[in-house]
C-alpha cells in the first residue's frame, strides 16, 4: 500500500524557512484580476491567506472585465515601475479578448513570481533555472523530498501545458531522466496505458477525474496527481486513488498533495525575486 506524499506538510516547513528569510522585510505581492472568475476566487483567497501569515502585502486589483488588452498593459507597466511592489500576478483565466499567452512577457522578469515570463523559462531551457513556475516547481520539491535521485528514471508526464507538463519535462530532463510526455494525442493514438505502465514517476495534469486506471500505474512507482477536479461534492484528481495506491510506493491526495505547495512555490518566487 502507497504512502501519502502529502504536500500539505512539505509546505509548512517551507513555510517556516520563509519566515526565517522574510523577518522583518517588507515584501508586496500585487495580484490582477480581470473580470469575476470563481475558479480565481479560490487560488488568490489562498494566496492572500498565505501571504498574510507571512507576513507579506498582498494587493487585488480588480479590473472590470471588458479592460482591453493595452490597458491591462499599462496597468502591469505601473507596476513594473512601482519600487514598492517584489512580484505581480495576474490570474487566469483572463475575458477570451484578451491573449493570455502574450501577457506574461509584459511583467518584469524579475517581477514575474509565476515564472513564465519567456526570459525566464528560456532560462530552464539553458538549464540555468532562477524563477521557476510554481507547480513544476512543487512537483520538484516532492520529488527532492523522497530523495530527488532521478537519474534514469523512466518519467511519464500526462499533460503538455505550458504551466506545467512542458517546463517540468525540461527541469526533469536536466536531472537526467527519461522523460516520457503525453497528453491528448497520446489517447487518441490508443497508447496513453502502455506509456503510464511504463513509469517509475507518474506525473498528471490532465483535469479528467479518473483517466488514469489504477491498474495501469507500475508496482512501486511514485505518483504525483496535479489534476484538480470536482466530482459531486468531491475534489478529486485525474488518477484512480484507491486502485493506485495499492500499487504505487507513494502517492498524492487530492486535495493536499501538490496544491498546497504550488502556492507556497509562489511566496518563494516573490522572496527570492526581492533577493532575500
Ligand atoms: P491544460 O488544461 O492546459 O491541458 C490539459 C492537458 O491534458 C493537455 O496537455 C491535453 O493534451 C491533455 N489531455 C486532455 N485530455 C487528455 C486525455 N484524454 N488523455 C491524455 N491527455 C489529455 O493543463 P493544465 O493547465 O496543466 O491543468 C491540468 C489540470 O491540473 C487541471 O485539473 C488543473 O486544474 C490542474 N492544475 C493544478 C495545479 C495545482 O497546483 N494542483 C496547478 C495547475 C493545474
Known amino acids: 500500500?502507497?504512502?501519502?506524499?502529502?504536500?500539505?506538510?512539505?509546505?509548512?516547513?517551507?513555510?517556516?524557512?520563509?519566515?526565517e528569510r522574510i523577518k522583518s522585510s517588507k515584501l508586496k505581492l500585487d495580484s490582477i484580476q480581470v473580470g469575476d472568475n470563481p475558479?480565481?476566487?479560490?487560488y488568490i483567497k489562498a494566496q492572500k491567506k498565505l501571504a498574510l501569515d507571512l507576513g507579506i502585502?498582498?494587493?487585488?486589483?480588480?479590473?472590470?472585465?471588458?479592460?482591453?488588452?493595452?490597458?491591462?498593459?499599462?496597468?502591469?507597466?505601473?507596476?513594473?515601475?512601482?519600487?514598492?511592489?517584489?512580484?505581480?500576478?495576474?490570474?487566469?483565466?483572463?475575458p477570451l479578448h484578451i491573449d493570455y499567452k502574450d501577457i506574461s512577457r509584459y511583467i518584469l522578469p524579475e517581477k514575474d513570481v509565476e515564472g513564465m515570463h519567456p526570459v525566464n523559462l528560456g532560462k530552464i531551457f539553458f538549464g540555468k533555472p532562477k524563477i521557476l513556475p510554481c507547480t513544476p516547481a512543487a512537483v520538484i520539491e516532492l520529488?527532492?523530498?523522497?530523495?530527488?535521485?532521478?537519474?534514469?528514471?523512466?518519467?511519464?508526464?500526462?499533460?503538455?501545458?505550458?504551466?506545467?507538463?512542458?517546463?517540468?519535462?525540461?527541469?526533469?530532463?536536466?536531472k537526467l531522466a527519461t522523460v516520457c510526455v503525453c497528453h491528448i494525442g497520446t489517447s487518441k493514438a490508443g497508447k496513453l496505458e502502455e506509456h503510464v505502465r511504463r513509469a517509475d514517476i507518474l506525473v498528471t495534469s490532465v483535469g479528467k477525474a479518473n483517466l488514469i486506471k489504477g491498474e495501469w500505474v507500475k508496482e512501486k512507482?511514485?505518483?504525483?496527481?496535479?489534476?484538480?477536479?470536482?466530482?459531486?461534492?468531491?475534489?478529486?484528481?485525474?488518477?484512480?486513488?484507491?486502485?493506485?495506491?495499492?500499487?504505487?510506493?507513494?502517492?498524492?491526495?487530492?486535495?493536499?498533495?501538490?496544491?498546497?505547495?504550488?502556492?507556497?512555490?509562489?511566496?518563494?518566487?516573490?522572496?527570492?525575486?526581492?533577493?532575500?
Not at 511514485?222 to 478529486?236: E, P, S
Open 1 to 19: 500500500m502507497a504512502k501519502l506524499l502529502e504536500g500539505r506538510i512539505i509546505a509548512e516547513q517551507i513555510k517556516s524557512l520563509l519566515k
Open 39 to 42: 475558479a480565481s476566487d479560490l
Open 57 to 94: 502585502e498582498y494587493e487585488l486589483h480588480n479590473l472590470p472585465k471588458e479592460t482591453s488588452h493595452d490597458k491591462l498593459i499599462v496597468f502591469i507597466n505601473q507596476l513594473n515601475l512601482n519600487k514598492a511592489v517584489n512580484g505581480i500576478i495576474v490570474q487566469m483565466p483572463l
Open 143 to 174: 520529488l527532492n523530498s523522497l530523495g530527488g535521485f532521478l537519474q534514469g528514471k523512466e518519467i511519464v508526464i500526462i499533460g503538455h501545458s505550458e504551466i506545467v507538463g512542458k517546463p517540468l519535462s525540461l527541469l526533469l530532463m536536466d
Open 221 to 276: 512507482a511514485i505518483v504525483i496527481d496535479v489534476g484538480i477536479n470536482k466530482v459531486g461534492d468531491k475534489i478529486v484528481g485525474d488518477v484512480e486513488f484507491e486502485e493506485a495506491a495499492k500499487r504505487a510506493s507513494w502517492i498524492t491526495p487530492v486535495p493536499g498533495g501538490v496544491g498546497p505547495l504550488t502556492v507556497i512555490m509562489l511566496m518563494r518566487n516573490l522572496v527570492e525575486a526581492a533577493g532575500l
